[in-house]
Every structure is written in C-alpha cells, then in structure tokens.
C-alpha cells in the first residue's frame, strides 16, 4: 500500500474519533502542541536550516527562503495563535436550527466536521502548525502535503504535533504528514475521493488552478484578488486618496490589495493629479490610460492586458471612467470577485455599487485590505474564498465544517 | 461563436439583471408562466408527442417512454407548483448576519443568487420547469441541457417560458436550452467556469458521476442513496417491521428508499423471522446473510457486493449484527451518506448512532423516505446533496445562493 493510500485510510479512522472529541479534549490539545512547539524549537529550528541551507543551494529566491525560514518570534507566533484558538468557540455540535413538523416529526440541523481534509500547500512551514490547528479545532484530520522544500521542517512540526496529541488522548493520526512530495502523488490526492472529503490549496495562482483543474474531490477554492477602489464624482478627495494609497501600499503582495484605481471623469478633472503624485510618492508604478497619460508624469501607457493583472507589488493601474455604470461593467469584467470598494458620497451609487458588483466582498468608503478572517472579527482564517458556494470570503471555522440533519420520530412513516 | 458560448454569455449579462429583480417582479414572471403553460398546452403535448414517437421507434423502454410523457394533469401539476412557488419566502437580499468592528466598520452578509446555473438533466421535461422556476424564484440565469430524447418538448416548454418572461419584463435569457445536445457540447460546459457559476447535474448516478469527474465548473452534487434501516435489541417489532416495509415498498425507486436492513442478533433471534414473512408479502426478493438464510425461505445468499448495491426496486439486503457498534461501521463502510435510521428504544444507542454515521439524515424510529425538500417543509427541493460543502441533504431555495459581505465605513484604513 502507498504511503498516501495507508495515511488516508488512517485518517479516515481518526476522523471518526476527531468527530466525537469533546471541546475540552480538542483544546487541551491544542494548548499542548502549543506548549511542544516551545519545547522542541530547537529540534526544528535544527530541521529548518536543512531546509534553507538546501534552498540556498538550489538557488532560492531571497522572498522565498524568507517564506521558508522559520526563527524563535514565528514558533512563538504558531504558538500563541494555537492559544487564541482555543479561545474561539467550537462550530461542532452547534444547533443551526430545528423545527417540528405536523406529523410531528423533530428535524434539527448540526453542525458537523467535514472528515478528511487534504491540504495542499506551498513552503510555509506555519502552514504546517496553522492548517493542523483549525482542522484539530473542527474535529477534522488532516493530510498534509507541503513543498519538498520545506520537508524537514515539516516532519520536524508534524512530530512535535503528534507528539502532544499523544499526551492528550487524541488519534496521533489526525495530523499527518505525506513525506511523498512527487508530484504523481499530489495528483493522486485530487482524486481520492473514498477517503478525502475535501481538499483545500493554500498558496499561489498556479497551484490553486492546479487543484481546482484536476481534482475530482471537492475543493475549497482560495482565489486571486484583481481588486478596485472606484472613486466617484462625490468622493471626499482626502479620504478617497487615502483609502487608495492604503488598499495598494500598505502591504502590496496579498490578495485584499487592490491593482486597479477607477476614478469618475469629475473627479479627475479636479484631484486625479493629485492622486497620482500620491501613488507615486509612494514609489508606486502607475500604468493609466490616455486621460491619466495626460494628467501625470512617467505614466506608463496601459495596455488591456492590465486591467486582468494581479501586480502584487508596487505597480497600479488607473483608468478614468464616465460614471458608476462605466466602472461596474469595467470591475465584472476584469475583477476576480474578491473585494471591491467605491468612495463616494452618493447613497445612490454605494446602493448600485454593492447590488451590481459581483464580488466576496464590496466596500463603501473604506480599504479592501479589511478582508480577512481576523479584520472581520472571525479569530482565525481558513483563507479567503472568491468561489460562491459553500464558504465566500473570509472564511472562519465553520467554512471548516458541514450539517447534518437529525430526525426523531415515534414511527413516523409515508 | 458556438450556440454554447453564445448563450453562457448571455445568460451572464441576464443574470446581472435577475440580481436585482425584486420579489415581486419574479413571482410575477413564475405566475405569468404558470399561465402560459396552460395557455399552450396544446402545443406542447403536440411536441412531446414527437419525442414519444420518436422514443417508441427507438426502442424507449417502458418506465423511460413515461418519464417522458406530458399529459393534462402533468402540465396542471407543473402550473400548480409554479404557483406554490410564488408563496415561498424570497431568499434574495435577506440578511444573514450583520454586527460592527472596533473600528467602525458595519458588516452585513446578504444573500445573493449564485450568478449562472447549468442544469444537465435527463429525459424529464418536467425538470425543464422545474429547474427553470427555481433559478428564476433566486434571481438565477439558467442555461439548460435536457436529453435529446426530450428535444422537441423541451424547446416547446422554453419557448413557452420565454413567451411569458417576455410579458413580464425579466430577460428572455433568463431561461435558456441548449439545442445542441451532443456530447462534446456538453463536456465543453463542464469546463466553462468564465460562464457558468454552478453545474447541476440531474438523474441517474451514471450522469451525476460524469459531471461531478469531468467538472471544473463547481457542482451541487445529488448523490445516490444506499440507506439502511437498522433494527436494535430495544427496538419495538411492530414499528420496526412497519417503518423497513414503508422504506423499502412506498416508493423502491427513489434514492431515499433503503437497500439494507441490518438486524440487531438478539431482536433477529425473536422477531426476523416475522420482518423477512412481511417484506416477502410486499414482494421484496431478499439478499440475506447466513443467519438470515436460516431463519428464512427463499433468501439468496449475500455476497459482498449486494451489500454496496442500490437495487431500486423491491430487492433488499438483509444482515444479523451483532450491536450498534457494527451496524455503524457497515453503514460507514457500505452507506453513500443519504439516508440512515436506527430503530431503538435505548437514548444511548440513538446518540452513538446519530453521531458517529456519517450521512446527510439519522433517523430515529422513522422512515428514511422522509429526505425531501417537501416533507421537511422546504417547499421546494432542487435534489438531496450528499456532498458535504454548501449543502447537504434536501436542498431548499437557499441552496441555489450564494452570499456577500457589504462593509460600510467612513475612510477607515489599515
């Protein structure tokens, strides 16, 4: 048997045991992989620099051993977020609702764990203690497939993980780790629907497509973000600056960072110049068309291709539009439907704006950088789902679970 | 451009329009269409009846040839729901939850429709109506595939749709099908996710596999049903033997009926006897294992594989367990996650049952023909999930949603 097949099937079993953990039992062992983490940081701080020496090695961009490394301040940020977690409350065995019909049958909704997930992800070994964690929390087991890149860190925190659940009566199977990184076994996985309820890809654009393309087992489906802030004729001119340089520079590379300023042709006439200087005092690339060639210095001119691109870094583009309707069709035609935002002081547009805009998440006067599980209040974040069933937008633990109906009865048949 | 992609695309721009329809403008369409279809009855019997003749000289079997068959009271029925459907609560706009940041922000999720809905479906014309009036009640554009056995009732049946939309100011493209029936045609809609937000497949579990395999589209699954009734030491005989007959006899045919019977030894020591006379007297040919073989007349031996099959019809396994323990691990291993009950006097046996199978519905002491969107007082039911994302079990309107974060500030940034 492969190792996949033999680990799916024990998680399978663990998933049985994982589903009637009582929340205390689930948070004592959260709280002790907590404390193992603290414990054995030497051990795979040790592991972690096979990792990065052999990344050095292969030629690892800087970005991408920085993502790798680990230090003392990340195993301790793995381990105080482990407490918070405990702090949030259980979605298991939660009552969506119940009702009685007239033959007077008692139907209720729980809230159930969803069984087995697969997490596919690239080389953040924190993904590791972080997936580990929300799927302990909802009484799921968990399969993870890491990067090659990261695999000594990984098994190193997959240890210290089943190490604790040991101690805390847990299956040590909740948690495991494939230690087969080819990429014929992550293709297995995306049809393993016997023993995989889920899969859920963490990491960037090719590797969700990858997923989501191949895989016949469910996904939970983290997406791009090709995000917009519309400014409009009645925009305050200081908070719509603001908001802009904010949603694009305060922290460039993630997906709640916008690539796109629309602004109403009003607008520009009067403060377009100024939101340029802005950006670009900012060290920020602009990329506009022809109204925002004429207005500013060293604009590059926009080409189509633009208006789809997901920059991630200091670069925008910047387009003048006629009205909200002009800007709506523009952001259904080329957003990722992640989050996007409009300034303006007209209840008519916002009202238009959030009905007619297709995205997780619309924002009026305000950055698109709030979307995220902890800015929304949630406590902790699964990622943020741009698909439309099951969980979109910031997803909190219970996008990590599913219902099940329960029906008493007293010999009730039809 | 290709009849497909013509049609996907407008079907997207009339979604944008649905979106916003109010309450009132969609029940007026579903009554207009109501209507119509008694207005034109006529023509579409005439049409279907070129499907029938045209199945007759195919060879369409008997059960198929009645699937396919409209007459009066079957076009009446299709009116009447549609008019049933008009009294529903409107899911669209309602607010699921709304509560403030810290910092000011106002977050609401509101439901919204899921955009586009490919529905492929087999030689039902009645699903036609169906699957229309449901999308059209959730501010869904649907784009159609029927069989092409059912062509020409199905173009009749839209044509009749479209005549009343018209009336009724919604865009013709609400509703659309897909002439081309072909089957490269329809594997070009399982790939087709810049178009088609959602894919439905409905029928047998042949077709339901195919798209769920070849899907990158995401899929609301409807899944089949290998249900089983299992009887306990504690259980009452009567109702025991009323609510396995009423499974399996009422209806054998749909996916809610059971396949399995598991015995508890100590009831089958006093009562099996009596449960394998009474399933007989219903004409139920019986699978049984060796104590059952025992205990009756006329059992064909079980093998493995009769353990995993959906009969769907008046055929049934039959197997003496030794406690609820094994009967959950059977109905893990062998159930398809629809339907379970447990017949049982004992709270502990019911708790562990309904907690530890893994299925959509538990039943306890009530027959497992009650998994539908009708009897749980839905009022609708687009099919029965037995997939874990989105939705299980019976699928009401809200299934055919999707949400969306509206977040309201005064220039707060990150």
Same mark, same amino acid.
């Given at each position: 048997?492969?190792?996949?097949?033999?680990?799916?099937?024990?998680?399978?079993?663990?998933?049985?045991?994982?589903?009637?953990?009582?929340?205390?039992?689930?948070?004592?062992?959260?709280?002790?992989?907590?404390?193992?983490?603290?414990?054995?940081?030497?051990?795979?701080?040790?592991?972690?620099?096979?990792?990065?020496?052999?990344?050095?090695?292969?030629?690892?961009?800087?970005?991408?051993?920085?993502?790798?490394?680990?230090?003392?301040?990340?195993?301790?940020?793995?381990?105080?977020?482990?407490?918070?977690?405990?702090?949030?409350?259980?979605?298991?065995?939660?009552?969506?609702?119940?009702?009685?019909?007239?033959?007077?049958?008692?139907?209720?909704?729980?809230?159930?764990?969803?069984?087995?997930?697969?997490?596919?992800?690239?080389?953040?070994?924190?993904?590791?203690?972080?997936?580990?964690?929300?799927?302990?929390?909802?009484?799921?087991?968990?399969?993870?497939?890491?990067?090659?890149?990261?695999?000594?860190?990984?098994? &190193? *925190?997959?240890? @210290?993980?089943?190490?604790?659940?040991?101690? $805390? =009566?847990?299956?040590? !199977?909740?948690?495991?780790? +494939?230690?087969?990184?080819?990429?014929?076994?992550?293709?297995?996985?995306?049809?393993?629907?016997?023993?995989?309820?889920?899969?859920?890809?963490?990491?960037?654009?090719?590797?969700?497509?990858?997923?989501?393309?191949?895989?016949?087992?469910?996904?939970?489906?983290?997406?791009?973000?090709?995000?917009?802030?519309?400014?409009?004729?009645?925009?305050?001119?200081?908070?719509?600056?603001?908001?802009?340089?904010?949603?694009?520079?305060?922290?460039?590379?993630?997906?709640? &960072? *916008?690539?796109? @300023?629309?602004?109403?042709?009003?607008?520009? $006439? =009067?403060?377009?110049? !100024?939101?340029?200087?802005? +950006?670009?005092?900012?060290?920020?690339?602009?990329?506009?068309?022809?109204?925002?060639?004429?207005?500013?210095?060293?604009?590059?001119?926009?080409?189509?291709?633009?208006?789809?691109?997901?920059?991630?870094?200091?670069?925008?583009?910047?387009?003048?539009?006629?009205?909200?309707?002009?800007?709506?069709?523009?952001?259904?035609?080329?957003?990722?439907?992640?989050?996007?935002?409009?300034?303006?002081?007209?209840?008519?547009?916002?009202?238009?704006?959030?009905?007619?805009?297709?995205?997780?998440? @619309?924002?009026?006067?305000?950055?698109?950088?709030?979307?995220?599980?902890? !800015?929304?209040?949630?406590?902790?974040?699964?990622?943020?789902?741009?698909?439309?069933?099951?969980?979109?937008?910031?997803?909190?633990?219970?996008?990590?679970?599913?219902?099940?109906?329960?029906?008493?009865?007293?010999?009730?048949?039809?």
């Amino acid at each position: 048997m492969s190792e996949l097949i033999e680990k799916a099937k024990k998680a399978k079993t663990a998933a049985a045991v994982l589903a009637k953990a009582s929340t205390e039992q689930k948070n004592k062992a959260l709280s002790a992989i907590s404390e193992q983490l603290i414990k054995e940081q030497t051990f795979i701080l040790e592991e972690n620099l096979k990792d990065l020496q052999a990344g050095k090695e292969n030629g690892m961009s800087e970005s991408l051993l920085d993502r790798l490394k680990l230090n003392v301040q990340r195993i301790q940020d793995m381990a105080d977020a482990l407490i918070l977690l405990t702090e949030l409350e259980d979605p298991i065995g939660q009552l969506v609702e119940e009702w009685e019909r007239p033959n007077g049958l008692k139907i209720a909704q729980v809230r159930v764990p969803l069984g087995v997930i697969g997490m596919i992800y690239e080389a953040r070994p924190n993904v590791t203690v972080d997936a580990s964690s929300l799927c302990l929390k909802t009484g799921n087991a968990v399969l993870l497939r890491g990067s090659s890149t990261a695999i000594h860190s990984n098994k &190193a *925190i997959v240890k @210290v993980i089943q190490h604790a659940l040991k101690g $805390s =009566n847990l299956p040590i !199977e909740a948690v495991q780790l +494939l230690e087969d990184t080819r990429r014929e076994t992550a293709s297995e996985m995306f049809k393993l629907n016997e023993y995989l309820d889920v899969l859920i890809p963490r990491g960037g654009a090719k590797l969700i497509q990858t997923v989501v393309q191949n895989s016949t087992v469910p996904v939970l489906e983290t997406g791009a973000g090709n995000c917009h802030v519309f400014i409009d004729e009645t925009a305050n001119p200081n908070m719509a600056i603001e908001i802009a340089i904010n949603a694009k520079t305060q922290r460039p590379s993630v997906c709640n &960072a *916008i690539e796109n @300023v629309l602004v109403q042709k009003d607008w520009a $006439s =009067n403060h377009l110049g !100024e939101l340029l200087s802005a +950006l670009q005092e900012k060290d920020v690339q602009i990329h506009g068309d022809e109204k925002v060639q004429q207005t500013g210095k060293d604009i590059i001119p926009a080409c189509t291709e633009d208006w789809g691109t997901e920059f991630l870094g200091l670069e925008i583009a910047v387009k003048v539009v006629e009205n909200v309707g002009e800007a709506i069709a523009h952001i259904n035609q080329y957003g990722t439907k992640h989050s996007e935002a409009i300034i303006s002081e007209s209840v008519e547009n916002v009202e238009r704006f959030f009905t007619e805009v297709d995205a997780a998440a @619309v924002y009026h006067n305000a950055s698109t950088r709030f979307t995220d599980g902890f !800015e929304f209040g949630f406590g902790a974040e699964i990622g943020i789902s741009t698909q439309k069933l099951h969980a979109r937008g910031p997803m909190g633990l219970p996008a990590l679970t599913s219902t099940k109906y329960t029906i008493r009865g007293n010999g009730q048949i039809r």
